[in-house]
């Protein structure tokens, strides 16, 4: 597909970055450009554009305000130290993408359209890409902007792509965080939209989000909504435990999203030797293998903070250190093996990364 550009011919790759805030956080700061592309039952998918970063103007009966019919997606942009950008997994964000679109009933958009869009944009913004170690987030989201207050799907629909410069995304960057397990309220059930990537699995998170920081925790952890005793996700990550030696997750049953990053860790485990055990893990005996030495470590695993290491979990009146509330040996290990293949400073065997 053919991809216009409002603005500008596109431009060759600048290799210098962007003068950015020391700063970034995540999310607060956007480039000056992003892509778009509308479908209608009777042309497709068309006028894809790359214009200047702005509002969008959807009518207030638009079908994303009223039912949710959203999705989007979330990887990054590396700048390696010869210059070079590369993205981490960027066809499974596509292929993800698609997953979702299905699951919402929405259109699904070419892998390959969705790859040239991305890369096309993320060349246009070439300076926008900070430096190591910070990152440019992509966000991909597919809305349905039909105007109309029946409860059916979009016949109308808005794809678009935005880009920030991002920091860690946690304030203390790659340091142990403590975690509250909900044993009431659920992100998901099976059935249910959380193997997708949609808005309103993240909406419905925050009220317990909200009330574990009053008590202190950054995060949550989510069991299942059938008994409130197997471990799913942890904030909008997933989680790996170290039992026994082995790095252990739970399995993707239909509640949980199917992470990238957690695909590459469960493969590097594989080839290692370190377990990339897919079973379920429950509650109570996660917690009496942390009394008893068994369960060694526990990690978040996501795109936005690639591994996030577990110093507590609070469950049912107890806190429970893991670690000493230190970052443990295998924790390390990885992040340092998944960031070192994102910034080109270790050879990337298995084809994960692609240039712009």
């Known amino acids: 597909m053919e991809i216009g550009v409002r603005t500008a011919p596109e431009k060759p790759v600048d290799t210098a970055p962007r003068k950015l805030p020391a700063l970034l956080g995540f999310g607060k700061y956007f480039a000056d450009k992003m892509f778009r592309m509308r479908w209608t039952e009777e042309l497709g998918w068309h006028e894809a554009e790359i214009v200047p970063y702005g509002p969008l103007q959807l009518d207030p009966a638009a079908k994303v305000l009223h039912y949710g019919q959203e999705i989007f997606e979330g990887h990054k942009a590396y700048r390696w130290a010869d210059g070079r950008i590369a993205l981490f997994r960027p066809d499974q964000n596509a292929v993800r993408l698609n997953r979702s679109a299905t699951r919402m009933c929405m259109p699904e958009i070419p892998s390959d359209v969705q790859l040239d869009a991305v890369l096309a944009l993320v060349r ?119 039992i026994e030696g082995k790095i252990v997750t739970s399995p993707l049953l239909g509640s949980i999203l199917p992470g990238i990053t957690r695909d590459a860790v469960l493969t590097l485990a594989r080839e290692r030797g370190d377990g990339g055990l897919e079973q379920r893990l429950a509650i109570d005996e996660l917690i009496d293998g942390i009394r008893t030495g068994r369960v060694t470590e526990a990690f978040g695993i ?29 924790a390390k290990e990885y992040y340092k093996t998944l960031t070192d293949i994102q910034f080109g400073r270790q050879v990337d065997r298995w084809g994960w990364m692609r240039h712009i």
């Open 302 to 330: 996501g795109t936005a903070a690639v591994i996030t290491p577990v110093g507590a979990l609070h469950w049912e009146g107890a806190e429970y250190s893991i670690q000493g509330g230190q970052v443990g040996p295998v």
């Open 124 to 242: 246009q913004c070439a300076d926008w890409v900070p430096e190591d170690p910070s990152t440019l987030y992509i966000r991909p989201t597919l809305i349905g902007i039909e105007p109309t207050l029946g409860v059916r799907a979009a016949n109308e629909y808005l794809y678009y792509v935005i880009l920030s410069p991002v920091g860690p995304y946690f304030p203390n960057g790659f340091s142990p965080i403590r975690v509250w397990v909900e044993g009431k309220y659920v992100r998901a059930a099976d059935g249910g939209t959380g193997a997708a990537k949609t808005g309103g699995n993240y909406a419905g998170s925050l009220f317990a989000q909200s009330i574990a920081k009053e008590k202190g925790y950054e995060q949550v952890l989510w069991l299942d909504a059938h008994e409130h005793r197997y471990v799913e996700e942890i904030g909008a990550m997933n989680i790996a435990f170290v």
